[in-house]
């Protein structure tokens, strides 16, 4: 069992940036896909970003792409979301999430959540 703790969420205005991070307890981390996803009030979770075990592979949903940046250091356990150039629209609750699949990267170990709030 991974567990996935999340972290770096807080109020923004728009324009700016956050890092989130997402430490796991797992120990093979490395072998897991890992990926972001966001909940908005009133809608269904959506896939942000995803990359391979050692982060030599990503991939971005389109509303993100170019601002955000998702890495990893696998020595640390941990995995990361640059977001820059944030929007209103970017507020939501972000999950991190682990999985044996990159592509597609559905979810299959979850943390709890960090909330992110863009102000206008």
């Known amino acids: 069992q991974v567990q996935l703790v999340e972290s770096g969420g807080g109020l923004v205005q728009a324009g700016g940036s956050l890092r989130l991070s997402c430490v796991a307890s797992?120990?093979?981390?490395?072998?897991?896909?890992m990926g972001w996803f966001r909940q908005a009030p009133g809608k269904e979770r959506e896939f942000v970003a995803a990359?391979?075990?050692?982060?030599?592979?990503?991939y971005y949903a389109d509303s993100v792409k170019g601002r955000f940046t998702i890495s990893r250091d696998n020595n640390k356990k941990t995995v990361y979301l640059q977001m820059d150039s944030l929007k209103p629209e970017d507020t939501a609750v972000y999950y991190c999430?682990?999985?044996?699949?990159?592509?597609?990267?559905?979810?299959?170990?979850w943390g709890q959540g960090t909330q992110v709030t863009v102000s206008s």
């Open positions: 797992e120990r093979t981390f490395s072998s897991y896909a």
């Open positions: 999430a682990a999985d044996s699949s990159y592509k597609p990267l559905v979810g299959y170990y």
């Open positions: 990359c391979s075990w050692n982060g030599g592979s990503t």
